[in-house]
């Protein structure tokens, strides 16, 4: 079989960096290692419901951010696929449960019925509980040529940033603040840095230390990391209010409906727009020492603000 | 501070080994580890719905079975506590999601209100994908003395026992049975190996990988894990039709009310204390070669068909 890293040498000789080809490229191979991570044994019913989400598109800009930091520092795609892969089952966890009746009660997500809608509320939440026990089984078992201690360091950081204080606990404030007028900017950014933020920063930081990256770099990358996750919130509050549904591919106007507080609603569309602009700003100065070798982080930090959906 | 393993060392002067004393003592160690493990803090919601849930008592005996295969391997308590606080946490989480409204709709585990009566069904999955998150991160962080590669070994087992390869499978196959009165015998295994005897076979088995257990021993300890595992179960359908709620702590008769498929319905009830004696007899008939030092593996397993509760 033909590794993956000799699959993707002939990007590289490419002077100019194109990140459509490059995205593109990736969320490809990304798929790949996403559909062979699960196949569908007994009892069928909850493999098909894990990857009805777990296949069902998306930018896969989590598990491209992993394999890209860990190639930034040294690491090969192979010794970060299985990361990959299972940030992208911690990501799709928190989307069915996010999705449920209980919870945001949304019917679309990513163009299609949500999990829910086609398998139930009981077999969507055991789908979310299966992918987030496998995420941590297939990193411990699959990841190869990494030493344990670094692996059992990304379970670590995995776990804190779905766990109650990262995505969960993000979660929580936010249900607590819907339909709340009077929300002030801190408890936003603290929904934001923790509901998507958190799981952002593990990507960029589980392929820094997959690497063997040092205290130096992951504090620069953190910095990388944690501004480009504001931003890709902060966006995405303004695509709620501006973009369509049919390009969003989930309901949209969603936020105004439930009277959630956005940055929009706080700061108006525009210094919404200038905020965004200024985290991306400084996150592509984190990555100034890295010269050339930088440009896929950077490229990647440009198009959070300038994406469409 | 005085480590965990002196402050136990006088249990091991007695000559006769009394179980009662030795399973308070032990789940005393147990509560103090897990209340350790677990602090409120900011979302105090959350992390006070996980305390609610983890600290609202329970026999601790998955935990108490991975320190009891740890020493018996000639590992020691200290080794094995952070991993059987995750197996708690995981056992705890299980709990809280099948409580829920869309699954078996309990309003009372433990003698007290479930968690989603106290805090809502949103917190209630949140807090379960919490516990979930953090066992993983725990065993991680807080294993020592251990060889990393070890404790990778037993995130996998925990990872595969709570996934769709075992719990949630099992609770799967549980879900889809309600109701049905054609349950095969073979179906009611299943959902018992999955639902219960996956997550005590990987109590035991993490115990003896702690302690670096080889191939052999690791096969011994399975066969012991896997017929308490079932043993356990066919007591608990026994114990739903013959003993009172006060003394369960949840609502008594529940199976037979919802018309679910149990040993005592299918083989009857003197059938099934026979069924559960003979994988009785046969877990211990395992622990032959370790003689007197298997005496306490032996007294649980004979606990487990003893127990009134």
Redesign the interface.
């Known amino acids: 079989m033909v590794s993956t890293d000799e699959r993707i040498a002939p990007k590289k000789k490419s002077s100019v960096f194109d990140l459509g080809t490059y995205l593109v490229q990736r969320k490809a191979l990304v798929e790949e290692a996403l559909d062979r991570s699960l196949s569908v044994?007994?009892?069928e019913?909850?493999?098909e419901a894990?990857r009805y989400s777990l296949l069902a598109g998306g930018k896969r800009l989590r598990p491209i951010l992993c394999l890209a930091t860990c190639e930034l520092m040294g690491g090969t795609v192979d010794m970060a696929m299985p990361t990959a892969c299972a940030l992208e089952m911690i990501h799709t966890?928190s989307l069915i449960?996010d999705d449920?009746p209980?919870?945001d009660n949304d019917d679309y997500r990513r163009g299609k019925l949500t999990n829910h809608k086609v398998y139930?509320?009981?077999?969507a939440?055991?789908a979310?509980?299966?992918l987030?026990?496998?995420?941590?089984?297939?990193t411990?078992?699959h990841t190869q040529n990494v030493?344990?201690?670094q692996?059992?360091?990304v379970?670590?950081r995995?776990?804190?940033a779905?766990?109650?204080?990262g995505l969960?606990?993000g979660?929580?404030?936010d249900?607590?603040s819907e339909g709340k007028s009077e929300i002030s900017l801190e408890t936003l950014h603290f929904i934001h840095t923790h509901k998507t933020g958190a799981l952002l920063e593990a990507c960029v930081a589980s392929g820094a230390i997959l690497a063997g990256a040092d205290a130096v770099d992951l504090q620069r990358l953190s910095k990388y990391s944690k501004n480009i996750g504001l931003a890709f919130q902060i966006v995405d509050d303004i695509l709620d209010i501006t973009a369509t549904q049919e390009e969003l591919g989930k309901t949209a106007g969603k936020d105004l409906q439930a009277q959630k507080a956005t940055f929009p609603s706080l700061l108006g569309l525009e210094q919404s727009r200038q905020e965004a602009d200024r985290l991306i700003a400084e996150a592509i100065d984190a990555l100034a020492p890295y010269g050339k070798q930088g440009e896929t982080l950077r490229a990647i930090a440009q198009f959070i603000t300038a994406r469409k959906h």
């Open positions: 044994v007994a009892p019913k909850i493999y894990m966890m449960h449920l209980a919870m139930g509320d009981d077999i939440i055991l979310g509980d299966g987030l026990a496998y995420a941590f089984e297939y411990a078992v030493p344990a201690q692996v059992l360091q379970i670590a995995l776990g804190h779905v766990g109650a204080a969960v606990g979660q929580v404030i249900l607590e």
